[in-house]
């Protein structure tokens, strides 16, 4: 006989298995226990990587920064924000970034259920893989909060989960050129992976334009300490499980 108690042991068992990856988005952790959810690569390499665009108020100035410097950048693209901007997410392609998915819509997706999730990822990669004609392969959560159901979404889509080692707090309303070098580079070391955003569609207003000043100063570290900057695909054996030779 099925008891309540049952049930409600059975439903708190459920919650806590889908919960159980949130342990991840403890950067510390993640960066010591899960190095390649963390984004870790080739010790003379970074990662640089942009969430929450593409938006064509803010993009465009960072393509163009990173076109004068010659870096190619990882952008994890909302699915909703391509659709409004296939022109801008071609451009971005075709210039060499690399294009990947960031979910539909910025929720976390430690709130929905299974199907949700999948829905949510299988959307935004279809999306992009139809604007770009070619099909994403990674894949970061909202918030850089896992779940099992977006782990195992994410292995049936062909996504590779990758979070990162060092972000700049450029969402806040208070975030500065030079907080955001600071809160970066005080993070920043070889194999790393950099987390910016290039829109501020869930930032505080204006807040891309700390991150867009502080990305030459960044650049500039990363060249003063001998580290080459690029994508997350030429990153080596972090995120593509693959060393480079």
């Avoid at 059975?10 to 510390?28: I, K």
């Avoid at 990587?49 to 909302?78: C, E, I, M, N």
């Avoid at 099992?148 to 500065?176: I, S």
């Amino acid at each position: 006989m099925i008891t309540a108690r049952t049930v409600r042991a059975v439903a708190l068992g459920a919650v806590a298995a889908h919960a159980v990856p949130v342990a991840s988005t403890f950067g510390p952790l993640r960066n010591r226990v899960l190095p390649r959810l963390a984004g870790r690569g080739r010790p003379d390499h970074v990662a640089l990587t942009f969430d929450d665009g593409p938006d064509p108020r803010s993009t465009p100035h960072f393509l163009k920064l990173l076109d004068q410097r010659g870096v190619r950048a990882t952008f994890f693209l909302l699915g909703e924000q391509a659709r409004r901007s296939p022109a801008l997410v071609r451009e971005m392609a075709e210039a060499g970034h690399e294009i990947a998915v960031h979910g539909w819509l910025h929720r976390p997706l430690l709130l929905r259920g299974p199907l949700g999730t999948y829905d949510d990822l299988a959307r935004a990669r279809d999306t992009v893989a139809a604007i770009t004609g070619r099909r994403p392969r990674l894949f970061r959560p909202p918030y850089g909060v896992m779940s099992t159901a977006a782990h195992l979404a994410a292995r049936r889509l062909g996504l590779t989960p990758v979070l990162w080692t060092c972000w700049g707090e450029d969402w806040t309303a208070w975030a500065t050129p030079s907080s955001v070098h600071r809160t970066v580079t005080r993070d920043l070391d070889g194999g790393g992976t950099i987390l910016l955003h290039d829109c501020d569609c869930t930032s505080a207003p204006g807040a891309w334009r700390s991150a867009l000043g502080a990305l030459p100063r960044i650049l500039d570290t990363c060249a003063e300490r001998g580290l080459e900057v690029g994508r997350l695909s030429d990153h080596g054996s972090g995120p593509q499980g693959r060393p480079r030779r």
